[in-house]
């Protein structure tokens, strides 16, 4: 059974900082690509930051700069490290797990981010 668990989440003032962790079972854990997406109320889901088996990183632009991304390969965790949090950063964060050459990807169940003073 395959799980992803995300943690970390919780209320912070404007220019703070959170960091998530995905913990990740009953995959094997090298061989996915994983991401953090985000979903505010009445919007889509959108991509925050993605990571490779390798370490090659990619942010989505309103993060770059403030957001680093991170994995441990022998943990089974990735990480993301959220730095001068902005309101605009409210939303619910999804942990991901996708390997495209297979068509399968996998998602946690999110966990809230709030950003308000």
């Known amino acids: 059974q395959v799980q992803l668990a995300e943690s970390g989440g919780g209320l912070v003032q404007p220019g703070g900082s959170l960091k998530l962790s995905c913990t990740v079972s009953?995959?094997?854990?090298?061989?996915?690509?994983m991401g953090w997406y985000r979903q505010a109320p009445g919007k889509q889901r959108e991509f925050v930051a993605g990571?490779?088996?390798?370490?090659?990183?990619n942010y989505a632009d309103s993060v770059q700069e403030r957001f680093t991304i991170s994995r441990d390969n022998a943990k089974n965790t990735v990480s993301l490290q959220m730095n001068n949090l902005k309101p605009e950063d409210t939303s619910v964060y999804y942990c991901n797990a996708d390997r495209a050459s297979i068509g399968t990807s996998h998602w946690g169940q999110g966990t809230q981010v709030t950003v308000s003073s």
């Open positions: 990571i490779s088996s390798g370490g090659v990183t």
């Open positions: 009953g995959i094997y854990f090298r061989w996915y690509y």
